[in-house]
């Protein structure tokens, strides 16, 4: 794990550089189907904890370097031991965002970074945790504290220092703050269901709620729209829902699919598409999925 509150900050969600028309574009197939019942997935509800972030320091004597007996050994290969019970029984799941507070030490206890040293808390969705901590962070509940004992072995490839120097062992403090539930994933994340609808170019499509707006985007348009976008595998890899806030995007700014679908939609429309992967990212940068997708998109106005 490299120095400081930079290992746990060095693990973020990667910018997805996405490539790049009215309402009507003709399906393969003309059904007309009611719509079907929404699959609802909204901004996710947040469960915030006012707990008062203070620097902190390791106990006089302690020994920070080696896990006591009493410290649990994850799955993962770190230890940790509860210094401060939550409440509730609501954990993290992998694809939950967090609000973390934490502080670093060395193994003699002298404190190396701390959360109050910068701007805000760490917030990062639990699958992209360091490994030796994602698992720590999944079993906690709201306003707990744990001890994280962190072997330099597991260190994530890519960190900063990773090279520059051998990994080396840390002891970190967690306090798990907030908890913003991911949004559901689709049950047909894997492949699109027999009702869904088809355009010419392969996009697959279905309405999960219609609005009650007749506008609709064109290829030129900025839109407003809650999404979310996953592999299929189920990986969610993309979601302003979980961010709290909408995404604002030229239409050509899209993945080739997703414009497309978009520009199917009336204002308050909320869709799925699902995206084959020559209209999603077989184009774009290395960190973008590969494969296909699938999105859940409201569309919330034509800026």
Known sequence: MSTGGAVIRAVTLAALAWPGGGCRVAPERAPSPKPTPAVESPV?????????????????????????RDARHEPCGSFSRLLVAGSGEQRPN????????????AGSGQPLDDSTSHDEPLAESVRNLPPGVA?????????ESRRV????????????????????????????????????????????PRRAQRTRTGLQFELLRRGSQQRCPVASSR?????SGW???????????????????LIYELPTGLAEGVQLMHVGDKMRFWLPERLA???????????????????LAID
């Open 44 to 68: 996710a509800p947040t469960v915030p904890v006012a707990l008062k972030t203070t620097a902190r320091t390791a106990a006089l004597g302690e020994d920070m370097a080696v896990p006591p």
């Open 94 to 105: 992998d694809d939950d965002r967090v609000l973390l507070e934490y502080a670093t030490f």
């Open 135 to 143: 698992c720590v962070v999944k079993r906690m509940r709201l306003g």
């Open 149 to 192: 004992w962190l072997r330099g072995s597991l260190q994530q490839e890519g960190a900063p220092d990773a090279r520059a120097k051998p990994p080396v062992d840390r002891t970190i403090d967690i306090r798990l703050l907030k908890l913003t539930r991911a949004p559901q994933r689709p049950l047909d994340y894997a492949s699109p």
């Open 223 to 227: 839109v407003s729209i809650y999404h």
């Open 231 to 249: 592999t299929n595998r189920g990986v969610l890899f993309e979601s302003s829902a979980l961010a709290g806030q909408p995404a604002s995007y």
């Open 281 to 299: 990212y077989a184009n774009a940068n290395r960190s973008a999925p590969r494969g296909p997708v699938v999105f859940d998109v409201e569309l």
